[in-house]
Every structure is written in structure tokens, then in C-alpha cells.
């Protein structure tokens, strides 16, 4: 008998769907240990709300976390991350990983004023509230390239209201 | 901060809004926004309004048009609205939808652009002094000009009732708000039916207040009409303040019908009497093909 593990963090949180860049999950958490010294049956299983499963195979790192490539997933939405060191026992912890694919499909209003206090409100798909300001940019573009203002790409940081509605503030034009 | 592309400032282009996903990177799409130059509103075309009446309200805008404000962009994006805010209550605001138009109306036509923007008052719960703005998309307001909402201006009765064709009954209509407008000298008219108008002489306007006895005595009622008037007591009795109108005169009805409609079978009948005011709205003559149409400044 060993005590089992549990999850207590995933990084990054938020991925895309695709995973393009093929983005590494940082798994950690408590009782990582591989029984017998046998970590070749460690896997990570990604589960959504209707129960939909995805496993992958998962690797101990030198710090002690548990390492996997993120899987690619269709939608953007929240799946519940658990481990497993036998490939049978799997941790239960509701620490979740999502998938943030935001989309846009209408902004309101589409005339605004030169003052820069226009609030736009942006709806489509996949919008996710991060906590993590970074995360949750926009950028004017023109010609599909983004605004640059001072040398650096001009963004503002968005309100999330839902998965279908964001909220943020417009540039001054001067 | 200053919104540029390369090395060129953003000005007028349009824009689309890209959100950044957790690579870093920035999605484009197709859905475009325009900064638009502020645009010079004038003041209204009326202080005040009946605070019972959706009024038709101008205001001469000069858009900016050309280089800056794109006609086009305007017309398919723009989201055109006048607010009213009570002075009274901080969440009493009404919106209402606006519209540009060309002054003269029909001018477009002679490849005229929108000069004007055009909305209705709400109908506002207590007469009251408010501000009123207008947007155009909805979310910035320009004007802050004063606005008045005066009492409701309405017919309550009339005597006599009924009047030979030949015109020349003198009428006295009871209602309420007759003297209210702002200013003063705005003309109150009566309407008979379509026919025609005739300005209130505003010297012949009474204060009057009405005990149950009175009122009946007043309107010099038949025992049938009074059932009638029964059934609009609630009208008064909300109304403590009511004005008297005596003037009006009938018009001469067999002369009106003689010229139109031609054939109209008899000259009698029940015709409805309004009371208001007149919106001044320039419309253009012009002429298509060989299908004349015509019109000119009207009412």
C-alpha cells in the first residue's frame, strides 16, 4: 500500500486548442512517487463535463512534477487534470486545465469616438476570465497587423462577462 | 498614446479588435471599427415637448463628412440615439432610435449627404426640466441642452357638440396643457377632422377649476351626454388644472368637401378635432421622368 497522489496545480492554466507550439503542462502536487521506482506507467487524464476522456503519457521531472504535452482538444472549454502512477489509480482533485480559443464574431459598437472612451463590447466564443492580465489582451489592427503605440504593440487588458462576451476599453486615437 | 500602423498614424482607417490567445498571439478576423470625427450638434429644433406626445425633434449636425466621417461607414454602422435624462432622478433616462436625414428631405436624391439628425421625445412620467443629447453610436452623447416636458396637452371636451356645415360655431375646448409650451408664443392649433388649422388666440385661454357641479354645468350637457361624459370623469379628475379654449371656429365643412374629395355623398358627420402644434419639415420639389411628383414645404 502508498499513498496516492494528488494534483494541486497545472501550468500553465490555459492553453489553445490546437497547441501549435506544443505546449508542455507542469503537473504538481502531493505523493508523486513512482511505485517501485517504475515511472514508466505515469499518465495524465483529461476529462470534460460530459465525462469524455483523454490520457496521455506523463514523465517525471528532476524538480518532481509531472510533466505531459498538452493534448489537442476540439473547443475551448474546462477539463479536470488527474494522474496516475500505475495507469489504474487516478487522483481526484478537480484541478482544472483550460482551453482558450477566443474567437470574434461582432464588436459594439463599430463607430467610436476619437476620446478613447468607447467601451467595446466583443462577442464570439472561447473567451476565457484567466486572472491573468497577460492572458486577457486585445490589439487594434490594421491590415491584420496590430496598432503599435511608443514602439510596442497597443494593448488593452478585457473584462470577461461570459465565455461569449468580453468587455474593453478603446484606444484614444491621439 | 498615440495609435499608429508602421509608422503611419491609425486616423480614420478601419480597425479590427484581435484577442490574444495564451501563445501570444493575435487572431485576425474581418470585423471592422472606424474612429469617426467628432461631429458639431446644434441645439434642437424645439425646447420643450407635451409630455404625452412622441415629438419630432432636428437637430442640424454638421457631420464632418468627406475624408474623416465616410458617408457609407455612417449609414451601415452607425447606431443613431437621443437621451433623455430627468434632472430630477439620476436613472431617469429614456433613449429613443434617430435617424439622419437630409435637409431638405428629398435632397439625397441631388446626391445631398445627411445634415440633420432626427428623433422623438419619449412619453415622460411628470412635466420636468431634462437634459437631452444625442449619439451616434450609442454611447457617446454630444448636446447636454436643456429640455422642458410640459404638461400633457390634450382634448378633455368640447361644446357644443355638433355645429351646422356652414361652418362659424364658436367651439370651447376644456383640456389641459394649452398654455403650457415653451416658449410662450409657440402657436397652439385646432384641427377639424383634416380640413384645416387655425391658431389658438392664446388671450382666450382660461384656468379653470371644476367641482363635480360645475363640470356638468359647464359643458351645458343633455341628461344623455352627460352619460357620456361619465364615462371620461377619471380624465378630469386627474386633471385638477384644466384650461378652457373659447374661439375656435368651425370651418365652413360643404365648402372644404367641395373641393376634396368631389364626390363625397353629403356633407355631415363626425369629424375628429385635434390640438397641437406644427413640426416645420423642409421637404424639396423635384420632378422624376415624366411622373410628376411634387411637394413643397408643408406641415
Known amino acids: 500500500m502508498y499513498p496516492g497522489p494528488h494534483v494541486t496545480k497545472v501550468s500553465p492554466q490555459f492553453g489553445v486548442t490546437k497547441n501549435p507550439k506544443g505546449t508542455i503542462l507542469d503537473i504538481s502536487g502531493d505523493n508523486f512517487a513512482c511505485p517501485g521506482g517504475d515511472c514508466s506507467k505515469i499518465g495524465v487524464r483529461f476529462t470534460n463535463y460530459k465525462g469524455d476522456q483523454i490520457f496521455v503519457k506523463g514523465k517525471m521531472s528532476s524538480s518532481g512534477t509531472i510533466q505531459c504535452t498538452e493534448p489537442e482538444y476540439p473547443s475551448p472549454e474546462t477539463l479536470s487534470v488527474d494522474v496516475s502512477f500505475n495507469g489504474l489509480d487516478w487522483s481526484n482533485d478537480a484541478v482544472n486545465f483550460s482551453y482558450v480559443d477566443p474567437f470574434v464574431l461582432g464588436v459594439k459598437p463599430r463607430l467610436i469616438s476619437p476620446r478613447g472612451d468607447t467601451k467595446l463590447l466583443v462577442e464570439g466564443f472561447g473567451f476565457a476570465a484567466t486572472g491573468d492580465d497577460e492572458k486577457q489582451q486585445i490589439a487594434f489592427a490594421h491590415d491584420y497587423i496590430p496598432c503599435v503605440s511608443g514602439g510596442k504593440t497597443a494593448t488593452k487588458v478585457y473584462k470577461v462577462l461570459s465565455e461569449m462576451q468580453v468587455q474593453v476599453d478603446s484606444f484614444d486615437q491621439n | ?299
Not at chain 2, 152 to 177: A, E, F, V
Not at chain 2, 186 to 214: A, C, H, R
Not at chain 2, 263 to 284: M, S
Open chain 2, 1 to 299: 498614446m498615440k495609435l499608429a500602423t508602421g509608422t503611419k498614424n491609425i486616423g480614420f482607417e478601419p480597425m479590427t479588435v484581435q484577442i490574444r490567445n495564451p501563445d501570444g498571439e493575435y487572431d485576425p478576423n474581418d470585423i471592422y471599427i472606424y474612429y469617426y470625427k467628432e461631429p458639431t450638434v446644434q441645439k434642437q429644433s424645439a425646447e420643450f415637448s407635451y409630455i404625452n406626445e412622441d415629438k419630432m425633434i432636428i437637430f442640424n449636425v454638421d457631420f464632418g463628412w468627406g475624408t474623416e466621417n465616410k458617408h457609407d461607414v455612417f449609414r451601415d454602422n452607425a447606431n443613431l440615439t437621443c437621451r433623455f435624462s430627468s434632472s430630477k432622478n439620476g436613472s431617469g433616462i429614456i433613449y429613443t432610435d434617430a435617424f439622419m436625414e437630409t435637409s431638405p428631405m428629398g435632397s439625397m436624391k441631388l446626391k445631398s449627404y445627411p445634415d440633420q439628425i432626427r428623433c422623438r421625445s419619449p412619453i415622460w412620467e411628470s412635466p420636468e426640466q431634462i437634459k437631452l443629447d444625442v449619439s451616434i453610436n450609442g454611447q457617446n452623447y454630444y448636446g447636454d441642452f436643456p429640455f422642458t416636458m410640459v404638461d400633457p396637452i390634450s382634448t378633455l371636451r368640447l361644446s357644443p357638440l355638433s355645429g351646422p356645415i356652414d361652418g362659424g360655431t364658436l367651439l370651447t375646448i376644456y383640456g389641459s396643457g394649452m398654455n403650457a409650451s415653451i416658449p410662450q408664443e409657440v402657436e397652439v392649433l385646432v384641427k377639424f377632422g383634416n380640413i384645416m388649422t387655425q391658431p389658438v388666440d392664446k388671450s382666450n385661454i382660461t384656468d379653470i377649476e371644476w367641482s363635480d357641479d360645475d363640470y356638468y354645468e359647464e359643458l351645458h350637457l343633455t341628461e344623455k351626454l352627460v352619460k357620456q361624459a361619465n364615462g371620461n370623469w377619471d380624465d378630469i379628475e386627474d386633471k385638477k388644472h384644466v384650461d378652457r379654449y373659447s374661439g375656435a371656429i368651425t370651418p365652413n365643412i360643404s365648402h372644404y368637401f367641395d373641393f376634396t374629395p368631389p364626390d363625397v355623398k353629403g356633407a355631415g358627420g363626425v369629424i375628429p378635432i385635434l390640438i397641437g402644434e406644427n413640426v416645420g419639415i423642409n421637404v424639396t420639389d423635384h420632378r422624376e421622368n415624366s411622373t410628376s411628383y411634387r411637394s413643397k414645404i408643408e406641415d
